[in-house]
């Protein structure tokens, strides 16, 4: 067994088929675990608030509560969890009002697994040098 903890991701977009793809890429990974799902931000915070996951993938285009609210929310509630923004969009206005509530970095929802696994290990060891 490995010393080194599991990453804990919570995965947050309201596409159910694009939510599943992700959860079976990142259980491919063996330091990383995914402790949830949810589909809208109001599911992310409430979430967030129960299990504090290291790292939130977050889709900021969302109903009932968008992604850049609850990562204003969660930042703020929860500084120690990093907030990755997952989107199909390049618009600077999003940008930079997602950077403004704190997401630790974007990726477009096209991009590789790979890429996936390092943002979220790179956010996570952020998160350590800032405990």
Same mark, same amino acid.
Do not use: H, W
């Given at each position: 067994?490995?010393?080194?903890?599991?990453?804990? @991701?919570?995965?947050?977009?309201?596409? $159910? /088929? &694009?939510?599943?793809?992700?959860? @079976?890429?990142? $259980? %491919?990974?063996? $330091?990383?675990?995914?402790?949830?799902?949810?589909?809208?931000? /109001?599911?992310?915070?409430?979430?967030?608030?129960?299990?504090?996951?290291?790292?939130?993938?977050?889709?900021?285009?969302?109903?009932?509560?968008?992604? /850049? %609210?609850?990562?204003?929310?969660? #930042?703020?509630?929860?500084?120690?969890?990093?907030?990755?923004?997952? #989107?199909?969009?390049?618009?600077?206005? &999003?940008?930079?009002?997602?950077?403004? +509530?704190?997401?630790?970095?974007?990726?477009?929802?096209? /991009?590789?697994?790979?890429?996936? +696994?390092?943002?979220?290990?790179? +956010?996570? +060891?952020?998160?350590?040098?800032?405990?």
């Amino acid at each position: 067994m490995s010393s080194n903890p599991k990453i804990r @991701v919570l995965l947050v977009d309201d596409n $159910d /088929v &694009l939510r599943s793809g992700l959860v @079976v890429l990142i $259980d %491919t990974f063996d $330091d990383l675990e995914l402790v949830g799902e949810a589909s809208t931000g /109001v599911e992310a915070v409430e979430f967030c608030a129960r299990v504090q996951p290291d790292i939130v993938l977050m889709d900021l285009k969302m109903p009932v509560m968008d992604g /850049v %609210t609850a990562t204003k929310i969660i #930042t703020e509630r929860f500084p120690s969890i990093q907030v990755i923004a997952l #989107t199909s969009f390049e618009e600077e206005p &999003l940008f930079r009002s997602a950077k403004e +509530a704190g997401v630790y970095s974007f990726l477009l929802k096209n /991009v590789n697994i790979d890429t996936i +696994a390092n943002t979220i290990r790179s +956010a996570y +060891a952020k998160r350590n040098r800032t405990l």
